[in-house]
């Protein structure tokens, strides 16, 4: 690990089934900061969340980093958050305790109706995966968001879904910074306390509204 490291180090972790390529967009000053981005790693057999956050964890190289987490990478950075001492957790389009979660999200968890899901299908047709982990407003430019998608594995999509539907974090970090944007469908902002809230954001608002976040970020990361 590099104590000496002089910049400030920032990872960054896609959401559910993406690829670092969803942060094309974000430019951060090279002087002052380095960008790594983590890639999804296919889950264990039976591997808890908290035991594929310790995995993940070994990717960060830095002390005093920045992680910051999309959406289903938010929840992610959020457990690798209590095994890691990160100098400050962001995370964008997520949630922060499973109470945030919309209803139907929790009843899946409870009822595992999440099992009944077609991974199989969602592995074989990206534009059903495309729908599914960015909304289905994005049909009309699904040839645009496609290519923010390669984790087509049943195994990690039959494990993710579940880790977010039985999430059971109950409190969050008090030092977390959440970005929300007021048109999310998939975590909608009724649900959420706490926030910065983007006015027109989405729940891909990492591709849409990046110079917001392009402005907004290192402001966030250095206070």
């Not at 002089?6 to 000053?29: C, T």
């Not at 983590?38 to 920045?66: G, Q, T, V």
Request: net charge positive; hydrophobic share 45%.
């Amino acid at each position: 690990m590099n104590q000496n490291y002089k910049k400030v180090p920032v990872y960054f972790l896609p959401g559910l089934a993406a690829n670092s390529s969803i942060f094309k967009h974000i430019q951060l000053d090279t002087n002052v900061f380095e960008m790594h981005f983590l890639e999804w790693m296919i889950p264990f057999d039976d591997e808890s969340i908290s035991e594929y956050a310790i995995r993940f964890c070994k990717k960060i190289n830095h002390e005093n980093a920045i992680l910051v987490g999309v959406s289903f990478g938010g929840i992610i950075a959020q457990e690798m958050n209590l095994v890691y001492d990160f100098k400050k957790i962001i995370i964008i389009s997520s949630v922060k305790a499973r109470h945030e979660l919309p209803l139907h999200l929790q009843l899946a968890g409870k009822t595992k109706v999440y099992k009944l899901l077609p991974t199989s299908l969602f592995a074989q047709n990206i534009d059903l995966l495309s729908k599914y982990a960015f909304g289905k407003p994005i049909v009309k430019r699904l040839d645009l968001y496609k290519q923010y998608l390669s984790i087509t594995d049943k195994r990690y999509l039959d494990w993710a879904i579940k880790q977010v539907v039985s999430w059971n974090q109950e409190t969050s970090d008090p030092n977390l910074v959440h970005i929300h944007g007021d048109q999310d469908i998939i975590f909608p902002i009724e649900n959420m306390k706490n926030c910065i809230i983007v006015e027109g954001g989405t729940h891909i608002m990492i591709l849409n509204r990046y110079k917001w976040l392009n402005e907004n970020l290192p402001k966030l990361m250095l206070s």
